[in-house]
């Protein structure tokens, strides 16, 4: 079966289904061969890079006024965290629940994905980041 998938750190990535099973399914890649050599070289550095817990947000950090904040989970469960500081892009979080990184949760109103396990909780990438306009202390998320 002929098959498109967004990979988020990737892109699109056309190709076929050629195997399916309870742990997901298998995709044969097709695209030329500069493509192909893309998607190995982002892959390879995807891997090497899996288990940085160093700082990898580029965006100016501050801690909002209101710091509690409710997480769904994928599974619809809510749980209570606490904003460590907040970027643009994302937010660091004290919380006892830890879903696994790559896990989708929504952080108050935002949909995100969590990017990795802190000492303390998670940090999550935003879908969307905020715009420089509407980003201050007082963002309530």
């Not at 050629?18 to 190995?40: H, M, P, Q």
């Amino acid at each position: 079966m002929k098959t498109t998938c967004y990979l988020d750190a990737i892109g699109v990535v056309p190709g076929r289904i050629s195997e399916v099973s309870s742990a997901g399914f298998t995709l044969l890649v097709e695209a030329n061969a500069e493509r192909k050599a893309r998607i190995d070289d982002r892959l390879a550095w995807l891997r090497a890079h899996a288990n940085d817990t160093a700082d990898q947000r580029n965006d100016p950090r501050i801690v909002p006024t209101q710091r509690a904040v409710s997480v769904t989970l994928s599974n619809g469960q809510t749980i209570g965290a606490e904003i460590v500081d907040l970027s643009m892009s994302g937010v660091a979080l004290t919380t006892s629940e830890r879903p696994d990184p790559g896990s989708a949760v929504t952080v108050g109103k935002r949909f995100a994905t969590v990017v990795r396990h802190t000492a303390d909780g998670i940090a999550v990438r935003f879908k969307l980041p905020y715009s420089p306009t509407t980003f201050n202390e007082r963002v309530v998320l």
